[in-house]
């Protein structure tokens, strides 16, 4: 089992910045992707981006290309998404997620332990 916890959410205006963070416990060496989700209000879940943990290969969702960052500190197995120019289109529960195994980091069935959600509002 791996525990997830999210931190760094908040209100923020539109064009300000959060950080988020995600600190795993747990048998973290099992961890090979991790990845931030959304989910807005009457909408489906959905990848905002992911990292492997071991290749560093990164993806992003076409909406946040540019604006967001996802890193991960290794030694702490945290995860972090850095949100620029935020927009009101970005309010929304974020969510950690981490998978094992060799499986690609895109498909959200990928994923095997979630945190449970920290909320990000953008006003306009």
């Known amino acids: 089992q791996v525990q997830l916890v999210e931190s760094g959410g908040g209100l923020v205006q539109a064009g300000g910045s959060l950080r988020l963070s995600c600190a795993a416990s747990?048998?973290?060496?099992?961890?090979?992707?991790m990845g931030w989700f959304r989910q807005a209000r009457g909408k489906q879940r959905e990848l905002v981006a992911a990292?492997?943990?071991?290749?560093?290969?990164?993806y992003y969702t076409d909406s946040v290309k540019g604006r967001f960052t996802i890193s991960r500190d290794t030694a702490k197995i945290t995860l972090f998404l850095q949100m620029n120019s935020l927009k009101p289109e970005d309010t929304a529960v974020y969510y950690c997620?981490?998978?094992?195994?060799?499986?690609?980091?895109?498909?959200?069935?990928?994923?095997?332990?979630w945190g449970p959600g920290t909320q990000v509002t953008v006003s306009s």
């Open positions: 747990g048998r973290t060496f099992s961890v090979n992707g």
């Open positions: 990292i492997s943990m071991i290749s560093l290969i990164t």
């Open positions: 997620a981490s998978s094992k195994g060799g499986r690609s980091i895109v498909p959200m069935t990928s994923y095997d332990w």
